[in-house]
C-alpha cells in the first residue's frame, strides 16, 4: 500500500491547512489511517486516527478541539483539518495506515504497516 500526504505549508498562527492522505489500495476501507507528526529533534507523535469501517476516530489531547479527521469525499482518502495552528503544530506530518491496528494502539506508530513521506506543516508566530 503506497500512501500520499499533501497540503502542507507555510501559514500564520491561527489560520487552518487541510491535509490529504491518499492510498493505493482498494481494500482501503478496511484499514485504520492515522497522523502522525515528527517537529525537528523530536519523536513522532500521534494526532488522530479514523477506523474506516465505522468512521470511529480518535484524536491526541494536544490538537482535541482544533483538529478532526475524516474521510474524504474522494475516493481513498482521509483528511486532517487543522484550525487554529499553533507554532507548536510545526512538524512533517505524515499519513500511517494498517488494517490490522487495535483501537488501544492507534497512538503507536509502530502498530501501522504503511506510511508515506510526509508533508511539512511550518506556522508562523
Known amino acids: 500500500v503506497q500512501l500520499q500526504a499533501s497540503g502542507g505549508g507555510l501559514v500564520q498562527a491561527g489560520e487552518s491547512l487541510r491535509l490529504s492522505c491518499v492510498a493505493s489500495?482498494?481494500?482501503?476501507?478496511?484499514?485504520?489511517v492515522g497522523w502522525f507528526r515528527q517537529a525537528p529533534g523530536k519523536e513522532r507523535e500521534f494526532v488522530a486516527a479514523?477506523?474506516?469501517?465505522?468512521?470511529?476516530?480518535n484524536i491526541a489531547e494536544s490538537v482535541k478541539g482544533r483538529f478532526t479527521i475524516s474521510r474524504g469525499d474522494a475516493k481513498n482518502t482521509v483528511l486532517l483539518q487543522m484550525n487554529s495552528l499553533r507554532p507548536e503544530d510545526t512538524a512533517v506530518y505524515y499519513c500511517?495506515?494498517?488494517?490490522?491496528?487495535?483501537?488501544?494502539?492507534?497512538?503507536?506508530?509502530?502498530?501501522?504497516?504503511?506510511w508515506g513521506q510526509g508533508t511539512l506543516v511550518t506556522v508562523s508566530s
Open positions: 489500495t482498494d481494500t482501503f476501507s478496511r484499514y485504520t
Open positions: 500511517e495506515a494498517s488494517s490490522s491496528v487495535i483501537q488501544s494502539n492507534q497512538a503507536s506508530h509502530t502498530a501501522y504497516a504503511y
Open positions: 479514523i477506523k474506516l469501517r465505522g468512521d470511529r476516530t
